[in-house]
């Protein structure tokens, strides 16, 4: 008679892969707001009882402080109505469950933080309505039509130090004066590329052998068209075929306001328009990185039984992960002159989320005697975290060591994965800096590698 099968022995849950659960944003449990503070009193112990993250955003030091400073020291004595404070503070960087959390899936405590924070704001909006301002400042796509044929009075109005506005903008839309706000452009990367899109060097080493559709992305159409200009410079250089396109904003800003359906309406609209250029065989190639996070990491967990959505996250690069990809697969195109100056590289959290590595910094590594400082701390924007006066002074505390480590590199250049954190970390450096010293160019780092090969700017 065969012996009977021995169970498998336990396994310590972190030993496994991490994974996350899909968002269950159409069941109307996830909007029950008793459910949801049941869950975050869970996890909030879960996170007490450890603590690793205190060094993190500001969520976990205002949470340990509500703990230690309440009637039991246990997270029992905190307050229901306070939990609020620390959704409040998490930017949805993902640095606690990608970097720190011992207890994610499959760990049984099962702990998802940054997700648990998106459902308690999904289930505030749901009971309460959306903050006004928040959300209208999230309308990107509006924001930026609306400010095209207007680009420099919209300029002038949003200048900081602007003592005629930008105090009237604090006291009526809580919009902190001394915040950088983005500049806008009367044409934008999509005009631009409509009158002249590099054709393909025939000498690139990638010629007739690859093809890329980059995404604009909204920061990039409005505000930053230099960087899609690059991004087309630099892939052409190579002998990529390359096309420019902007569907409709990502969503992140909606998912940082926790209106999950509008970011699923986001997602399936931009599928369906990419799928073609994917069948065509075209890559897809992404400018920033919360853009990125949200292509491959994020839809897929909003729709995760959408094949469009699947298959676009699979066919997702950023662009300095695709540039790396095509040093390898086919060699890169000759021309790259040095670099003045050194180049102090700000690793975006939401570009160390999509756990590629950090791929701006090896792309810049490939020009000739660049030096690169890789920064990989939190810059502390976070979107409208870092814009709004209600926490602007703690997004400027987040971020200034972050500053300080850039001041004291000297690099004569600031890039970031993030087109936002590279703004506020540069407002922070030259408030560093001594008297009379030159602050670094702000650029992302695909401009960089565009100044490299001498290609020409288009701004």
Same mark, same amino acid.
């Given at each position: 008679?065969?012996? +009977? ?20 944003? !159409?069941?109307?449990? /996830? ?17 007490? $009882? ?8 500001? @969520? ?40 720190? %959390? ?20 999904? +289930?505030?909006?749901? !009971? ?66 409509? !009158? ?32 899609? +200009? ?8 190579? $002998? ?8 409709? %904003? ?13 970011? +699923? ?16 065989? /075209? ?58 100056? $050194? ?35 939190? @810059? $502390? ?36 994965? %993030? ?41």
């Amino acid at each position: 008679m065969a012996d +009977a099968p021995t169970k498998a022995p336990p396994r310590e849950g972190s030993l496994d892969a991490p994974f996350r659960h899909p968002i269950a944003w !159409r069941d109307p449990d /996830y909007y029950d707001l008793a459910k949801v503070e049941a869950e975050m009193e869970r996890v909030f112990d879960i996170c007490h $009882g450890c603590r690793r993250c205190f060094n993190l955003c500001d @969520s976990f030091p205002r949470l340990f402080d509500l703990v230690d400073n309440g009637p039991t020291g246990e997270v029992d004595g905190v307050q229901k109505s306070d939990y609020g404070l620390v959704t409040e503070a998490c930017t949805l960087c993902d640095m606690c469950f990608m970097t720190k %959390c011992p207890y994610v899936p499959p760990h049984e405590f099962d702990v998802d933080f940054p997700h648990l924070m998106l459902r308690h704001r999904a +289930a505030l909006r749901k !009971r309460d309505g959306g903050e006004l301002v928040r959300e209208q400042l999230g309308e990107t796509d509006r924001n930026g039509k609306l400010a095209k044929p207007l680009a420099p009075l919209a300029n002038w109005a949003s200048r900081r130090g602007n003592k005629l506005t930008r105090p009237a903008m604090e006291a009526v839309l809580h919009i902190d004066a001394d915040a950088e706000l983005p500049k806008y452009h009367t044409r934008t990367a999509i005009d631009r590329a409509r !009158r002249a899109t590099p054709a393909p060097d025939p000498a690139g080493p990638a010629f007739g052998r690859r093809k890329a559709v980059i995404y604009a992305t909204c920061f990039t159409e409005y505000n930053q068209p230099s960087t899609a +200009a690059a991004a087309l410079g630099v892939l052409a250089r190579q $002998g990529v075929e390359v096309e420019l396109v902007y569907p409709v %904003c990502c969503g992140m800003p909606q998912l940082e306001a926790g209106d999950i359906a509008e970011v +699923a309406g986001r997602a399936t609209k931009v599928a369906g328009e990419l799928g073609p250029w994917i069948e065509q065989g /075209y890559d897809v190639v992404t400018l920033t990185a919360s853009c990125g996070l949200m292509m491959k990491f994020e839809w897929p967990l909003i729709l995760p039984e959408d094949p469009a959505v699947k298959t676009l996250a699979a066919a997702t690069r950023d662009v300095c992960e695709y540039v790396v990809e095509l040093s390898k697969a086919h060699g890169l195109a000759p021309g790259l002159s040095p670099v003045d100056g $050194g180049i102090a590289l700000h690793h975006a959290c939401h570009a160390r989320a999509q756990n590629m590595g950090a791929k701006s910094a090896e792309m810049l590594r490939l020009i000739p005697g660049a030096k690169v400082d890789l920064i990989e701390r939190c @810059s $502390g924007h976070g979107g409208t975290f870092g814009v709004m006066a209600a926490t602007h002074e703690t997004a400027v505390k987040i971020g200034r060591p972050t500053a300080r480590q850039v001041a004291d590199k000297g690099d004569g250049t600031l890039c970031s994965d %993030c087109p936002l954190a590279c703004k506020h970390l540069g407002r922070l450096v030259s408030v560093q800096m001594a008297a009379g010293a030159e602050p670094p160019l702000q650029a992302h780092p695909i401009e960089v590698l565009a100044r490299a090969y001498g290609l020409p700017s288009r701004e």
